[in-house]
Structure formats: C-alpha cells, structure tokens
C-alpha cells in the first residue's frame, strides 16, 4: 500500500516556473516507477514525465522544460516546470507503480494564465 500526496500546484502566468511534489508514505527506493500525469478539462489523464531507477521518460510537450526528479531519502518525487504555458493548464496527478499495483494521488491543480 502507497499513500501519494501531491503539493505545490497553483495559479502561474505563462512563461513562469512552478515545482510540484510527491510525498510517498513508505520508502520510494522500492517503488519501480513514479510519475506525473496531467488531466486538463475535458481531456483524459496523460503522461509527462515518469522516472525508474534507470531513467527518465517525458512527454514530447514537456521534454526540454520539465524535470522530474527523485529524492529516495525524503520519499518525494518533484517535477520542476519551467517556461509554463496555457496548455500545461490541468490537474497534476502523482503515480507510483508498486509490486502489480498502481497508485495515484489525489491531485494538485496547475493553472497558467495571465
């Protein structure tokens, strides 16, 4: 069993930069994959960005301005976003895929406008 919890969603103007977090309540050094998905108004929920132990995958609208990182000693997973746009608008949902489970958060909300 994984507990996730999300932090640091809010109302940006395009072109700014917010960090997101994912607090796990057991030990992430187990967990084999971790990821951020993004479910805008409308829409379905869609990848971003996910990290392993051997590496990093990004969704092709978020390579070269998102960077999601792991920190195995505080049991977090961020996602630092940068140069934010309108688009990028959406609730940020944290996922951990755990032995043959998959656990999701309940989701921070990341507005960009001007």
């Known amino acids: 069993q994984v507990q996730l919890v999300e932090s640091g969603g809010g109302l940006v103007q395009p072109g700014g930069s917010l960090r997101l977090s994912c607090a796990a309540s057991?030990?992430?050094?187990?967990?084999?994959?971790m990821g951020w998905y993004c479910q805008a108004p409308g829409k379905p929920r869609e990848l971003v960005a996910a990290?392993?132990?051997?590496?990093?995958t990004y969704a092709i609208s978020a390579k070269g301005r998102f960077t999601i990182s792991r920190d195995n000693a505080k049991n977090t997973v961020n996602l630092q976003m940068n140069s934010l746009k309108p688009e990028d608008t959406g609730v940020y949902y944290c996922?951990?895929?755990?032995?043959?489970?998959?656990?999701w958060g309940q989701g921070t909300q990341v507005t960009v406008s001007s």
């Open positions: 996922n951990a895929v755990y032995g043959r489970n998959i656990y």
């Open positions: 057991r030990s992430i050094f187990s967990i084999s994959t």
């Open positions: 990290i392993t132990s051997t590496g990093t």
